[in-house]
């Protein structure tokens, strides 16, 4: 079985691609390392069956498309992962953001429908904006502001979420949507403005841990092996072309208690700087994964304190 992952050397297509390996695929993974990092490739690069390929899925289609014809194979699924996903780099690179999500999607599908492969893109539950509906379920169609400086993230992924499902309809490929809910652990890059990669190098360089707002407001964090798990299940399982499916962890934490169980863990002081609420930033975010324990036979295994312990982990090697 072949695999091409987008986005390959980033934090999730990395663990995928590892994920894969070791379940037996052969896996061409593709990167433009716009926000990837070729060390999160040496697991994969230690394997015979994992080629990369160096290339902007967002480019015209027969620039990066004659490099993966290299590899001389058809897929049997197409996991499109590439995009900027935290807010430094997705405010930094706004318009690649809107390109690989918009762009880089259709190509995707014009791909795997070529290849008469499945497909499964990676959206997000910023799809579902500042929510009004809580916890989120799939059907709920979001609050999302078109216009605010989250929405190069948030619109392309929600076009990408349209695109597809339109060539499901019109194309009648089989492909799948994962909306992929908070996710942390080994290979966060410090400094890309999430939480639990901020709090963790905070914690270890004995500095505040910057809250913004009052710290009330919630998220829901999902260890990465146990997401990529769900990936997996989804994209592979036969019978689900067309479905949408929240992967994510339903435990819900306030900002501040991520904070104190931060600093336990890291065995420091627990000291805060507050500063203010960026602009959209979601007030509560929680999935609901009934569909995904129906559908998959999937749920989150691993508690936040162990998941967190092993990225505070990650981080002291790495600083």
């Given amino acids: ?99 690989v999500n918009g762009l880089g999607t259709m190509h995707a599908v ?12 990676a959206s997000t539950s910023e799809s579902y904006g500042d929510p009004l509906e809580h916890p989120q379920r799939e059907t709920y169609w979001g609050n999302v502001n078109p ?11 929600r076009f990408g979420e349209a695109y597809v499902t339109t060539a499901v309809r019109k194309l009648g490929i089989d492909a799948r949507i994962v909306r992929i809910f908070n996710t942390y652990g080994p290979r966060m890059q410090a400094g890309d403005g999430r939480v639990i990669p901020n709090f963790c190098v905070s914690a270890l ?9 009052d710290g009330s407001q919630t998220r829901s964090f999902c260890y990465v092996d146990d997401l990529i798990d769900g990936i997996v299940r989804l994209a592979t399982r036969p019978g689900l072309g067309g479905r949408v499916v929240n992967v994510g962890n339903p435990d819900e934490y306030t900002i501040r208690q991520l904070a104190e169980i ?9 000291h805060t700087e507050d500063r203010p609420l960026p602009p959209d930033d979601p007030t509560r975010r929680r999935p609901d994964i009934a569909l995904a324990r129906e559908l998959l036979d999937w749920q989150p295994a691993v508690p936040l304190e162990i998941g967190l312990a092993r990225t505070l982990d990650f981080f002291r090697l790495t600083r």
């Fill in 262 to 270: 931060t600093a336990r863990l890291a065995g420091v002081p627990l």
């Fill in 110 to 121: 014009t791909f795997a429908h070529e290849a008469g492969a499945k497909l499964l893109y």
């Fill in 205 to 213: 360089r004995g500095e505040a841990l910057t809250v913004y707002g």
């Fill in 1 to 99: 079985m072949l695999a091409f992952v987008t986005g390959a050397a980033g934090f999730l297509g990395s663990h995928l691609s590892d994920r894969l390996l070791r379940d037996g695929w052969s896996v061409v993974g593709v990167d433009n390392f716009a926000t990837g990092d070729p060390r999160n490739l040496r697991e994969a690069n230690e394997s015979d069956r994992f080629t990369f390929v160096e290339a902007d899925v967002s480019e015209p289609w027969t620039g990066w498309t004659t490099r993966l014809d290299s590899a001389q194979r058809v897929p049997d699924v197409v996991l499109h992962l590439a995009s900027p996903a935290s807010p430094v780099h997705y405010e930094r690179l706004a318009l690649e953001t809107l390109a």
């Fill in 147 to 157: 216009i605010g400086i989250r929405s190069c993230y948030d619109e392309s992924k």
